[in-house]
């Protein structure tokens, strides 16, 4: 008898969306254990965690997933959310990247001054993208908020895939090392000396890229503008439905409770793919 890759394929679909909505979340303290800098703009937190076992249970093979991370403070917590670049089940350590800009915000300074040993709440998971190994082409689009979830995209390519990333920082001394086993063709888009969310070069990229034959399914995370510009764009039958997971983990010129204020009063603000 015959097999049915396109049944195969809607199985594992229904069957991941599945385990996505049995998902439970949890509340645990992870303490930091290590820190490092990835570039000027981004450090890396390695955290133990106080009931490892349970929150690793409900993570999935989201490689966008992501968590809360609760702040304390004199108006009461403060909520903010961060992609999981990696969870390290044999050390049994959870990794965040955090975007630092001066004293803007509560998570960056924080993440700039915290001491090994501190702690703090996290709540979580959450997440539904990871990329689909039937795709012919894999797009990559994001600003530095977005290399944390791009990255663990990356790593689980493999190499008879082909990718592409465009991704926004400020010079050169902001770009890292993203392993892959893919045909990966990375283009690292300059802005300096304009400011983060004040450029359309993400947007003009995409536009000018030849576009491949095939399934392309893109991923585009970043500043709220992408939401606009670069994902009308892929809707206008550049990518179907199905294939695109675009989200706004910023906004331009708003805290964070202006950032979900406005994301609240927005259509489609987060698409995942199969949605």
Not at 58 to 81: E, H, N
Not at 93 to 103: L, M, P, R, S
Not at 183 to 196: C, I, N, V
Not at 197 to 218: E, I, K, N, Y
Request: proline letters at 5%; a negative charge; hydrophobic letters at 45%.
């Amino acid at each position: 008898m015959g097999i049915d890759v396109g049944n195969i394929q809607a199985f594992a679909h229904a069957a991941r969306l599945h385990i996505v909505a049995k998902r439970q979340k949890v509340r645990v303290t992870i303490t930091v254990e290590r820190v490092t800098d990835l570039s000027p703009s981004l450090r890396r937190l390695i955290f133990s965690c106080s009931d490892f076992d349970a929150f690793s249970a409900q993570f999935g093979d989201s490689t966008d997933a992501y968590v809360k991370l609760v702040f304390p403070s004199a108006d009461g917590d403060q909520i903010r959310t961060y992609t999981v670049a990696k969870l390290d089940r044999d050390a049994r350590e959870i990794v965040i990247d955090f975007v630092i800009h001066g004293d803007q915000g509560i998570a960056g300074p924080w993440a700039r001054d915290v001491q090994v040993g501190q702690s703090i709440d996290l709540m979580g998971p959450g997440g539904a993208y990871r990329p689909d190994v039937a795709a012919d082409h894999h797009l990559f689009v994001g600003d530095e908020a977005a290399i944390p979830a791009i990255a663990a995209s990356l790593r689980v390519l493999s190499p008879a895939v082909k990718a592409t990333a465009f991704i926004e920082v400020d010079d050169a001394a902001h770009e890292i090392d993203l392993p892959t086993d893919a045909q990966l063709d990375l283009r690292w888009l300059h802005r300096a000396p304009a400011e983060a969310g004040t450029t359309s070069l993400l947007f003009d990229a995409v536009q000018a890229w030849p576009w491949p034959s095939g399934r392309v399914q893109a991923f585009v995370h970043g500043e709220s503008a992408l939401l606009k510009s670069v994902r009308p764009y892929l809707l206008a039958g550049k990518v179907e439905r199905r294939d695109i997971s675009v989200s706004a983990y910023w906004r331009r010129g708003v805290d964070e409770q202006g950032f979900c204020d406005w994301k609240a009063s927005q259509t489609d603000a987060v698409m995942r793919p199969g949605d």
